[in-house]
């Protein structure tokens, strides 16, 4: 929810929000010397950690936005917000966990909170910050959707070419990438290596999550969590194509 006129009446003011406040648009226009906020109000919320946050108009609840893409419903259970928390991460490279039976704690690359939920009363109580040292923890490289997603290894043998790679990992910081089809449960995948060459094999877990930059100890490889799943002969054929120029 953006800046809206002060004799509108956004559709949370009259639910009792503990809490909520409006940042006054013409105090602020004086503060900075501009005149688009004049007239205008901003709401936000609250909680009793002193933590405060922009509270957005949602369907059928307030929406807190709480950092980057990360944006739950004021009126939730803790489960689901957990739910949505970890749609959300999985996008986003987000990592969401619940806590006891009314937390949820969700970490970002800059960010780290701890959510307290009521959850007889359906509702978001307080949001309290983490102090962290150093940089946030890094998703797992292969997550459990992806491991679900794998069939079993040697089971889509028969399919040849025609079999699906659900899976890519790539270096952004050169033109490797790995498209897996099938995987051990452990560490073993096979797929598509393109590379120097372009090449069915295997490759595993291990070797990926090893390469790392000598200096800093930077990850070198990622998984593309926007890769649509294709056919080996689709992805033999895009990348041959690329080695031929």
Same mark, same amino acid.
């Given at each position: ?9 956004? =559709? !949370? ?5 503990? $809490? &909520? ?9 004086e ?26 108009? $949602? ?8 950092? @980057? ?9 803790? /489960?689901?917000? !957990? ?7 999985e996008?986003? $490279? ?7 039976? /009314?937390?949820? %704690? ?23 910050q983490?102090?962290?040292? @150093? ?6 490289? &292969?997550? %459990?959707k ?9 089971s ?5 070419? /025609? ?6 990992? !790539?270096?952004? !910081? =050169? ?15 096979? @797929? &598509? ?5 372009? %090449?069915?094999? =295997?490759?595993? &877990?291990?070797?990926?999550?090893s390469?790392? /930059?000598?200096?800093? @100890? ?28």
């Open positions: 929810m953006s800046w809206i006129e002060k004799h509108k009446t956004a =559709s !949370f003011e009259n639910q009792a929000l503990v $809490g &909520l406040f409006f940042l006054d648009g013409d105090v602020i226009a503060e900075v010397s501009r005149d688009w906020t004049k007239g205008q109000k901003y709401p936000r919320i609250a909680f009793p950690s002193s933590l405060k946050f922009d509270l957005w108009e $949602g369907r059928e609840t307030p929406i807190v936005h709480l950092f @980057g893409e990360l944006d739950l419903a004021l009126r939730s259970t803790r /489960d689901e917000a !957990f739910k949505h928390a970890f749609d959300i991460g996008q986003c $490279g987000y990592l969401a966990a619940p806590v006891g039976e /009314d937390q949820l %704690e969700v970490i970002g690359w800059e960010d780290h909170l701890v959510i307290t939920y009521d959850n007889e009363n359906r509702l978001m109580v307080d949001v309290e983490v102090k962290r040292e @150093g940089p946030p923890p890094r998703p797992p490289l &292969l997550d %459990e992806s491991r679900d997603c794998l069939p079993p290894l040697y889509p043998e028969e399919k040849g070419l /025609d079999a699906v790679a659900q899976v890519k990992f !790539f270096s952004p !910081f =050169s033109n490797w990438v790995w498209y897996a089809t099938e995987f051990d449960g452990h560490d073993l995948f096979f @797929g &598509l290596v393109a590379g120097f060459e372009v %090449e069915l094999g =295997s490759f595993s &877990l291990t070797e990926l999550e390469l790392k /930059d000598p200096k800093t @100890g930077t990850p070198l490889v990622e998984r593309d969590r926007h890769y649509q799943p294709k056919t080996l002969r689709e992805l033999k054929e895009l990348h041959e194509r690329g080695h031929r120029g």
